[in-house]
Antibody, heavy 121, light 108 residues
Framework: QVQLVQSGAEVKKPGASVKVSCKAS????????MHWVRQAPGQGLEWMGIVNPSGGGTTYPQKFQGRVTMTRDTSTSTVYMELNSLRSEDTAVYYCARGYGAGSYDPFDPWGQGTLVTVSS | EIVLTQSPGTLSLSPGERATLSCRASQSVSSTYLAWYQQKPGQAPRLLIY???SRATGIPDRFSGSGSGTDFTLTISRLEPEDFAMYYCQQYGSSPRAFGQGTKLEIK
């Protein structure tokens, strides 16, 4: 079955960087786009961007441009999301989510289990 | 940039009742690109409806979606105890993809 397994919780200081991984299995890794979504405590869902596991192309919303980098490793079927210059407002659960279909404009399903990133001095 | 507004913020109903959740977009969204998700505490979201009215794999038929343009609705025909959760709408047809702020469906 399709599965997305994310790396474990992280605690970072303000100004630092964090890199979260998402390992995919159960399907052809390069055939489906991958998204990253975050959720601050008690808040809603926020889209952070998309990566094409086939060619590595990315699209980020303006809010995160210059601060987020999404990459992939086809040899291990893993995508990564790195967020720089962390601040307290970046404390959130970070999810990877695969495109439901093979296009870049598809809904998100399934989702990883989430990775809690805590930014605190 | 499309903004999605969900109403009500909280909906209090009893098992067996019918739930109607609303999602309004700041500009027209092709119905091809409107989805609904369910999220339970401590869990990742789960896709329920895509293309405004198509149920995702394994979703019970008590869940249905409708709407077009700027107004969309998620209906749960007869609430089961496991349906009490947060629900989010999403547009995925343009960047940035956007989610509504959510509706909490709670037991009355």
């Amino acid at each position: 079955q399709v599965q997305l397994v994310q790396s474990g919780a992280e605690v970072k200081k303000p100004g630092a960087s964090v890199k979260v991984s998402c390992k995919a299995s159960g399907y052809t890794f390069t055939s489906y786009y991958m998204h990253w979504v975050r959720q601050a405590p008690g808040q809603g869902l926020e889209w952070m961007g998309i990566v094409n596991p086939s060619g590595g192309g990315t699209t980020y919303p303006q809010k995160f441009q210059g601060r987020v980098t999404m990459t992939r490793d086809t040899s291990t079927s893993t995508v990564y999301m790195e967020l720089n210059s962390l601040r307290s407002e970046d404390t959130a659960v970070y999810y990877c989510a695969r495109g439901y279909g093979a296009g870049s404009y598809d809904p998100f399903d399934p989702w990883g289990q989430g990775t809690l990133v805590t930014v605190s001095s | 940039e499309i903004v999605l507004t969900q109403s009500p913020g909280t909906l209090s109903l009893s098992p067996g009742e019918r739930a109607t959740l609303s999602c309004r977009a700041s500009q027209s969204v092709s119905s091809t690109y409107l989805a609904w998700y369910q999220q339970k505490p401590g869990q990742a979201p789960r896709l329920l409806i895509y293309g405004a009215s198509s149920r995702a794999t394994g979703i019970p038929d008590r869940f249905s979606g409708s709407g077009s343009g700027t107004d969309f609705t998620l209906t749960i025909s007869r609430l089961e105890p496991e349906d009490f959760a947060m629900y989010y709408c999403q547009q995925y047809g343009s960047s940035p993809r956007a989610f509504g702020q959510g509706t909490k469906l709670e037991i009355k």
